[in-house]
């Protein structure tokens, strides 16, 4: 008898954790503010639109295809020097962590270069993480201003849901983007 009620204690207890971190991951998720000046068309909670995308090595991945799946979208450009400083960062502190786990992705998006400038970038950054081909900025334009700059991220969750986005390399926000993501994987 003594067990039963021991057992049903941790029981209790243990959901009264699962709640609770559930009620701060959704809370630290949602009251994420995204200025104006971020130029983002799409809003935190939108589903993430239907597009598909060629990959540097020919691959083509479409986002109907990340149900279950935490995906991080890295928009970038081989001339930006602010991409080229945070995706050492991305490389270290989320890809080299995460790649393994069956439940996350990680695309960088190449604004409007051609293949050949996209395979040289990709060598002369320290990344091991895809990068896929934006013609046009098509892709890009689907989220933002296409007249805005790159480096920005978008964090999407397992029920295909924008839940993060980040604009520019700033430590704080990248910090908690790092912290989305670990939460959404738990």
């Known amino acids: 008898?003594?067990?039963?009620?021991?057992?049903?204690?941790?029981?209790?207890?243990?959901?009264?954790?699962?709640?609770?971190?559930?009620?701060?991951?959704?809370?630290?998720?949602?009251?994420?503010?995204?200025?104006?000046?971020?130029?983002?068309?799409?809003?935190?909670?939108?589903?993430?639109?239907?597009?598909?995308?060629?990959?540097?090595?020919?691959?083509?991945?479409?986002?109907?295809?990340?149900?279950?799946?935490?995906?991080?979208?890295?928009?970038?450009?081989?001339?930006?020097?602010?991409?080229?400083?945070?995706?050492?960062?991305?490389?270290?502190?989320i890809w080299s962590k995460n790649k393994r786990n069956p439940n996350f992705l990680l695309f960088g998006v190449d604004r409007d270069e051609p293949l050949e400038k996209v395979k040289q970038y990709q060598k002369e950054m320290p990344i091991s993480y895809p990068l896929a081909m934006d013609p046009n900025a098509d892709i890009f334009g689907i989220f933002a201003n296409k007249k805005a700059g790159v480096t920005r991220n978008v964090i999407i969750d397992k029920n295909g849901m924008i839940v993060y986005m980040t604009r520019l390399f700033k430590e704080g926000e990248f910090k908690e983007m790092v912290k989305v993501i670990d939460l959404l994987l738990k």
């Open 1 to 93: 008898m003594k067990s039963i009620f021991k057992n049903t204690g941790f029981a209790i207890m243990g959901f009264f954790l699962f709640t609770n971190a559930f009620a701060q991951t959704g809370s630290e998720i949602k009251k994420q503010e995204i200025p104006a000046d971020y130029e983002f068309l799409v809003k935190i909670g939108d589903k993430v639109p239907d597009f598909t995308m060629t990959l540097t090595n020919g691959k083509r991945v479409s986002s109907k295809e990340w149900k279950g799946k935490v995906v991080m979208l890295q928009f970038t450009a081989s001339w930006c020097g602010v991409c080229r400083k945070e995706m050492p960062f991305i490389e270290k502190d």
